[in-house]
């Protein structure tokens, strides 16, 4: 397994979409659709993403075709930018590598009334208040114990379920993705080796690519719904990147134990072992569903406990309480999850398993699953791009629900692997360099900041331009980071 | 003898050995090496043993490293010393770490899990050699 360029078949079909086609493999069911420019076509094909957009389309049951974003970079079984929907009623199936292992990892984006004036004379003082505080990087515990009935109480109720402990309000819970629950969690078949893994790590954050980022509206270009959801020039905000810490990542680990020889029972065969996969409708299926809820309510809780250590440190700092600075959350939105939604194909409406490895849900305006205040403007996208170029708050636009199973891309995707960044960083300091362009940066590891520098990613500008050109989402804010928290 | 190797979101880890037991032992280095800049740095102050199970060796190593991850993580022990006996089903392993100590010990990254993508396990005219990509 080497990261050789992709070398298959590869169709033009307008200058934002490329089709793989069916015929490329047999095994295929349908289509892949990559959707990029010319711009970014060679860093698409410049390793074995491609050829994993090709392999999904093996998963029984898929529908339409095997999709990836314009973020799409190299992952493990399906491609990091992935989106695969599967009907049930045809034998579809669910597969965990199609969530990932870091179930319900997710963007939210909170705002303040400070504005970069405000923050700028005192931003080093409050980015290292923020790196002291936020539970960050390898072996690091949170605030929050929760004992085995305290966790699965948090599993079945998702954030709700924090509003009785005075960490969440309300207004909290009605911007977020799903409400901060997915109906149907079943704790009892999450594991206790993923319930220890759990117990302390429920407000941390954790390394690799997660972050805690204070950021500054740059520009705006959608006034109207930037004004809906509270966003005007220079104001700052803080954006949360983390997901389901170690309990997500076992209950992955364990239901592809449990799908060990699962595909062959059920006669599927798989081009690679990590898209193991069962029926939705077969208790194995069910077994990797139930647990799987109960892994996104947690992330939704580890999210909101990390928002909520945030307000803290800014009454903390300031020395007001966070509801006087309007600390509100703008959105909270899930990128590696399935989902069962409804959606048109081939003109008739199903019940299909929506599968994002790395995608975001991006209903337009109108649709019944869009909190009440974005009815008329569609349901915020949350863009993190990178610590020193920009992130980007986009909207659902009908687009979606035509062409991408109602998704959107998740971020800038990456460009360099790990080890060229950090060869790349050699010799560099990555945060005086990020300081001398008025960011500051706080990490655990100079090679987590090495792995993780703005020139390892693609650029996310090209990236939101190929969403919004193919009616997917559209911009609202570009968001340009002051301060970067990482593990 | 272990490496590292490219890959676009995560981190390979490619193994040789000429020993089975050599190979189970090398991969648990290679692991640590993810997990810190300075893996030179464990030193062998307590043991703890472990009991695999498992007759297919890409699923015996698979599940070797997890067990070591999930140990670490919920022990907070790293360790630097792996003595192996192989048998018919499966193997026993007694290791030599240390407790985490940040000070000391410079994380490099949080290994998520072990994936089955591009898992391989291989015996060589030279021995053995394992391929496979751990989550960052």
Redesign the interface.
């Known amino acids: 397994m080497t990261n050789q360029p992709f070398g298959g078949q590869l169709e033009k079909l307008s200058d934002f979409c490329w089709r793989i086609p069916k015929s490329y493999k047999p095994g295929m069911r349908v289509d892949g659709l990559i959707y990029t420019s010319e711009e970014m076509l060679q860093q698409v094909i410049g390793d074995q993403a491609p050829e994993q957009v090709a392999n999904v389309a093996f998963l029984p049951g898929i529908q339409m075709a095997s999709l990836a974003m314009p973020d799409i970079h190299w992952g493990y079984g399906f491609s990091i930018g992935g989106v695969c929907a599967t009907d049930p009623d045809e034998g579809g199936v669910i597969s965990p590598g199609g969530v990932g292992y870091d179930i319900n990892c997710g963007v939210r984006l909170l705002r303040t009334n400070l504005f970069y004036r405000d923050v700028k004379p005192v931003l080093t003082q409050l980015i290292d208040e923020l790196f002291n505080k936020i539970p960050a990087g390898v072996g690091k515990e949170g605030p929050y114990t929760f004992n085995p009935t305290e966790l699965k109480q948090l599993m079945g109720s998702g954030s709700p379920w924090l509003i009785e402990k005075g960490l969440a309000t309300q207004a909290d819970i009605d911007h977020t993705e799903a409400f901060g629950c997915l109906e149907g969690a079943e704790p009892e078949r999450v594991s206790e080796r993923a319930l220890e893994r759990g117990k302390k790590q429920c407000g941390t954050l954790g390394s690799g690519n997660h972050f805690l980022e204070v950021q500054v509206v740059d520009a705006i270009f959608d006034a109207e719904a930037a004004a809906v959801m509270g966003l005007e020039k220079d104001m700052v905000c803080v954006m949360i990147h983390s997901g389901s810490r170690g309990l997500g990542y076992q209950v992955c680990d364990d239901a592809l134990k449990l799908l060990r020889g699962v595909p062959e029972k059920y006669g599927i065969e798989l081009p690679d072992r990590q898209l193991a996969c069962a029926p939705v409708n077969s208790p194995e299926g069910e077994h990797y569903l139930g647990a799987m809820r109960a892994a996104a309510n947690y992330a939704w809780c580890n999210r909101q406990l990390l928002m909520w250590q945030a307000r803290e440190c800014f009454a903390r700092f300031f020395g007001k309480p966070w509801e006087q600075m309007q600390m509100s959350l703008i959105y909270d939105v899930a990128h590696n999850i399935a989902k069962l939604e409804k959606h048109r194909v081939d003109g008739t409406e199903k019940k299909v398993w929506v599968h994002r490895k790395g995608a975001t849900r991006a209903f337009p305006p109108g649709h019944s699953d869009v909190p009440p205040m974005y009815q008329k403007i569609g349901q915020p996208v949350l863009i993190p791009g990178d610590m020193g170029r920009a992130s980007w708050v986009l909207v659902g636009q009908p687009g979606s629900m035509e062409r991408s199973f109602g998704t959107t891309c998740h971020g800038a995707g990456r460009a360099m692997s790990r080890r060229a960044a950090v060869r790349h960083a050699k010799g560099r300091r990555i945060d005086e360099e990020l300081k001398q362009k008025g960011i500051i940066a706080r990490a655990r590891s100079w090679k987590g900041l090495a792995e993780e520098q703005p020139e390892a990613y693609k650029d996310v500008n090209l990236v939101v331009d190929v969403v919004q050109q193919a009616g997917i989402s559209k911009k609202v804010a570009r968001m340009r980071p002051i301060g970067v928290v990482k593990g | 003898m272990y490496e590292?190797?490219?890959?676009?979101?995560?981190?390979?880890i490619r193994v040789k050995s000429s020993t089975l037991n050599g190979l189970f032992s090398d991969a648990a280095c290679a692991l640590f090496a993810a997990?810190l800049?300075n893996p030179e740095s464990i030193e062998a102050e307590q043991t703890v043993e472990f009991e695999l199970e498992g007759t297919q060796t890409d699923?015996l190593l698979f599940d070797w490293l997890?067990e070591l991850l999930?140990y670490f993580?919920?022990k907070?022990v790293l360790f630097s010393e792996f003595s192996i006996e192989v048998s018919a089903g499966g193997f026993k392993a007694v290791c030599r770490g240390e407790s985490?100590n940040?000070e000391k010990h410079?994380?490099?990254?949080?290994v998520?899990?072990?994936?089955?993508?591009?898992?391989?396990v291989e015996q060589t005219e030279q021995g053995w050699q394992a391929?496979l990509?751990v989550?960052?």
Request: proline content about 0%; aromatic content about 10%.
């Open positions: 590292l190797f490219e890959h676009t979101a995560d981190l390979g997990v800049d699923y997890n999930y993580e919920t907070h985490l940040l410079h994380a490099a990254h949080e998520k899990a072990i994936t089955y993508h591009g898992l391989k391929e990509i989550d960052i």
